[in-house]
């Protein structure tokens, strides 16, 4: 038993958690008519979706990790090529938080942000004498990121916001491949990343019920993993051995729409995608003999939802709260 709970707590772990009380939190600001709109500049909707907590879910985040034979152009088809050694894909289910920040006079840009998906991914693959074999690996995969910028006004009526950022993140992977067979075991993947990006935003003149309530979104960036590596924690038999990858480009890419629902709250939907890939290990050895952990490349595609509460917002909270409970007094 006591062995099982252990694979639940890797597999599981701890959530973020915030984004559990983005529903009701969010029902709360609507039915609270002291937060009514108070009208906002065009300059002014675009301040207020960089500086707010963000509590978000990750409903369907795509994963599709390959091992081609072969070099890292070997195959670009993901489940529709043949020429891989190992594939696992399918859909994980998450949720995070985030944090922005941008000055109004410099537009001095800071984010930061936390999220955690799990859940269980089809593998399809072969063992290393050439058997082939398919079965479920359980995923559980977490990002931290931080990012430093500075906007940059490109239109004369404060609807185009340009801010170019340095990144910088880590990445983890826990695999537990072969779930429910003797021969289940667990691979780490973990790596730190950086790169330089640019994001975009349009506040437009259109409205959904009070003017400039709308912000759209799009970043793009390229860098660098950093120091990836691959550990083995458990294995049958045990190899508990770690083994360095080399370094490659990551890459990403989002887009999100942005609605000001209330003064004290917005709401969001997004997309991100994710590339990075890892350069062959060295050989090494361990208890299997020697062994090369082999090279692989790996696509996200995630989709977001959530609310994020301007920090103007929590004094309005407080105030609220304050005359609720005046109130029942």
């Known amino acids: ?14 959530r973020p958690g915030l984004a559990l009380i983005a529903i009701p939190a969010g029902l709360f600001l609507l039915a609270t008519p002291a937060w009514a709109w108070q009208k906002q500049t065009p300059e002014d909707a675009l301040l207020s979706v960089n500086n707010n907590l963000g509590l978000f879910l990750v409903p369907d985040q795509n994963v599709n990790y390959v091992e081609p034979n072969g070099s890292l152009t070997a195959c670009t088809g993901g489940g529709s090529c043949a020429n891989y050694s190992d594939e696992e894909s399918g859909g994980l289910f998450g949720d995070g938080f985030s944090m922005d920040y941008m000055s109004r006079e410099m537009k001095l840009y800071a984010h930061l942000s936390y999220r955690l998906e799990t859940g269980h991914l089809g593998y399809n693959g072969q063992t290393q004498t050439g058997t082939p074999v398919q079965g479920t690996s359980g995923a ?12 940059f006004m490109l239109s004369k009526d404060q609807r185009v916001l340009l801010t170019p950022y340095l990144e910088f993140g880590t990445h983890f ?10 021969s289940q075991f667990g691979e780490d993947y973990q790596n730190d990343y950086w790169d330089a990006g640019t994001m975009i935003q349009y506040a437009p003149p259109l409205h959904v019920l009070h003017q400039n309530d709308l912000v759209f979104s799009g970043n793009a960036g390229m860098g660098e993993t950093l120091g990836p590596n691959i550990s083995v924690p458990s294995a049958n038999p045990p190899m508990p051995n770690a083994a360095a990858l080399g370094q490659e480009p990551i890459l990403h890419a989002g887009l999100e729409a942005d609605w000001h629902a209330m003064s004290a709250l917005w ?63």
């Open 173 to 182: 992977w826990q695999r537990d491949v072969g779930l429910g067979t003797a």
């Open 267 to 329: 709401a969001f939907f997004g997309y991100e995608y994710t590339y990075f890939s890892y350069f062959p290990s060295s050989i090494y050895s361990n208890a299997a003999g020697a062994v090369e952990e082999p090279a692989s490349f790996t696509n996200y595609n995630a989709y977001k939802i959530g609310v994020k509460i301007p920090f103007s917002g929590f004094a309005l909270m407080a105030h609220e709260i304050a005359r609720i409970v005046d109130s029942k007094n």
């Open 140 to 151: 559980r995969i977490g990002d931290w990121d931080f990012k430093l910028g500075k906007g």
């Open 1 to 14: 038993m006591t062995g099982s709970m252990e694979k639940i707590q890797r597999l599981y772990g701890l």
